[in-house]
């Protein structure tokens, strides 16, 4: 079993619509949750960064991360068609030097 | 120009070719990664360096070897190059205080 699961998708939903994609997790001493975003054919670039429990929001980005559940979840408000990417989550423990343990990614496709 | 450049961006080999993957940066970190990505499976870990005097074998660092040239550069080395080593590269680099990753646009590598 993979320390991080994440469904790969694809996910197809509408313009305007509301999108939630999550991440499962088995290591108990992860603290830092991390969503990258990754476009075709470039590197991933760091969307949300999330200490311990909690909701972080920005703008049309809310992360939310349940520890009891390990659980992290990162929804999309009002998605647009340049929202389209693979969402990759990514974690690590307290004093591991932020060695990350990454999720395989789900690609999201909104349709205009 | 790109704050982190990967050349070549593209390679198609042949099994047991010795094969040199490179990458600058021009964002003033110590910390450097080469990562490997494949469908599915999410990024993976080859190796790191958190100096010129630091290097450290990745959780797949097999049939794989490095270099710090200086703190800007880092080269993957696949010495005898195998089809199961088809797959993305990433170079990333981090600064050790926040966590966050940079990358490059990624190295596509194809071994026939």
């Known amino acids: 079993q993979k320390e991080v699961e994440q469904d790969p998708g694809p996910l197809s939903v509408p313009e305007g619509a509301i999108v939630s994609l999550n991440c499962t997790y088995s290591n108990s001493a992860f603290q830092y949750f991390m969503w990258y975003r990754q476009y075709s054919r470039k590197g991933p670039e760091l969307l949300m960064y999330t200490y311990s429990s909690g909701n972080k929001e920005d703008g049309r980005f809310t992360a939310q991360v349940d520890k009891s559940s390990k659980y992290i979840s990162l929804f999309i408000r009002d998605s647009q068609p340049s929202d389209s990417a693979t969402y990759l989550c990514?974690?690590?423990?307290?004093?591991?030097?932020?060695?990350?343990?990454w999720g395989a990614g789900t690609k999201l496709i909104i349709k205009p | 120009d790109a704050d982190v450049t990967q050349t070549p961006r593209n390679r198609i080999t042949k099994t047991g070719k010795r094969i040199m993957l490179e990458c600058s940066q021009t964002?003033?970190?110590?910390?450097m990664y080469w990562y490997r990505q494949d469908p599915g499976l999410g990024l993976r870990l080859i190796y790191y360096s958190f100096d010129v005097k630091d290097i450290n074998k990745g959780e797949i660092s097999d049939g794989y070897s490095v270099s710090r040239q200086a703190q800007a550069k880092f080269s993957l080395s696949l010495e005898s190059a195998i089809p199961n080593q088809t797959a993305l590269y990433f170079c990333?680099?981090?600064?050790?205080?926040?966590?966050?990753?940079?990358f490059g646009e990624g190295s596509r590598l194809t071994v026939l």
């Open positions: 990514a974690m690590s423990a307290l004093n591991s030097n932020y060695q990350l343990i």
């Open positions: 964002k003033g970190h110590d910390r």
């Open positions: 990333a680099t981090s600064d050790g205080n926040t966590g966050e990753l940079f």
